[in-house]
C-alpha cells in the first residue's frame, strides 16, 4: 500500500510545483508595474535666493497658451510686474522635459504664477528647480522682500499714424499756377485789338 502512496505524493508534489511556477510566472509582471519608478528629477531646489541669484528674469505672467511637443513645454504668457530683467508683455517660456530633465509640466492656462528663468531673451528657459511656483500672497511677499515691488510691464504702444508726401517737390506757388491762363487772356486781348483795327479799315 505505501508504494502506492508515494506515486500519488510524488505526482501531487509535481502538481503544486507547477501551480507555483504559475503563480510567480502571472504575478510578476504586476508586481514590477506596481513598483515605484526612480523619480526622473534629480536636482536641489534650494533656498529662494539662491534661485533669484541664478535667474535673469523674475516676473508675474498670466498662462495664455501651453504647447506641447514631445516631452517639452512651451508657455505663452502674458507678463503684468517684472522685479528682475526686461520680459516684454508677450513672452515665452521653454521648460524641457524627459527622463533626465525637471520640467515644469502641464502649467494650468489662465492661472498666473512667478516665473525664474534664465536667457538673455523669449523664449526663457525655466524648470521646476529654478523656483517657479503659482503667485500666492506668501510667494509674492518673498520675492519683493528680496527684489523690492517690481515694475508694472506694460503693453507696446499703439503704432502712430506717419504722413507721406506724394512728391518730394514743393508745390507750385500762384504766380506760377496763374501764369498760363494770363498769358492766354494777353493773348486774346491782342487778337481783339487786331480784329477792331482790321474792322475800321
Do not use: W
Not at 517684472?82 to 521653454?94: D, L
Request: include cysteine.
Amino acid at each position: 500500500m505505501l508504494g502506492a502512496v508515494r506515486p500519488a505524493a510524488t505526482m501531487l508534489l509535481a502538481c503544486l510545483g507547477l501551480l507555483a511556477g504559475l503563480v510567480v510566472g502571472v504575478a510578476g509582471p504586476a508586481l514590477a508595474a506596481a513598483a515605484p519608478a526612480p523619480a526622473a528629477c534629480t536636482c536641489k531646489q534650494g533656498q529662494l535666493e539662491q534661485q533669484v541669484q541664478r535667474a535673469d528674469v523674475v516676473f508675474i505672467g498670466t498662462v495664455d497658451n501651453v504647447e506641447l511637443a514631445g516631452d517639452d513645454h512651451t508657455y505663452d504668457i502674458t507678463a503684468s510686474r517684472a522685479y528682475q530683467g526686461t520680459p516684454e508683455r508677450s513672452t515665452q517660456i521653454v521648460s524641457v522635459g524627459g527622463r533626465n530633465a525637471c520640467g515644469l509640466g502641464e502649467l494650468g492656462v489662465g492661472t498666473t504664477y512667478v516665473f525664474l528663468a534664465t536667457g538673455d531673451a523669449a523664449p526663457y528657459d525655466a524648470d521646476s528647480c529654478g523656483g517657479t511656483s503659482v503667485a500666492n500672497p506668501a510667494k509674492v511677499d518673498k520675492i519683493e522682500a528680496l527684489l523690492g515691488e517690481g515694475t508694472s510691464v506694460e503693453p507696446p504702444p499703439p503704432p502712430t499714424a506717419e504722413l507721406t508726401r506724394v512728391e518730394d517737390s514743393p508745390p507750385a506757388g500762384f504766380a506760377r499756377t496763374a501764369a498760363p491762363g494770363a498769358a492766354a487772356a494777353l493773348i486774346g486781348l491782342l487778337g481783339l485789338v487786331v480784329v477792331r483795327r482790321l474792322a475800321r479799315r
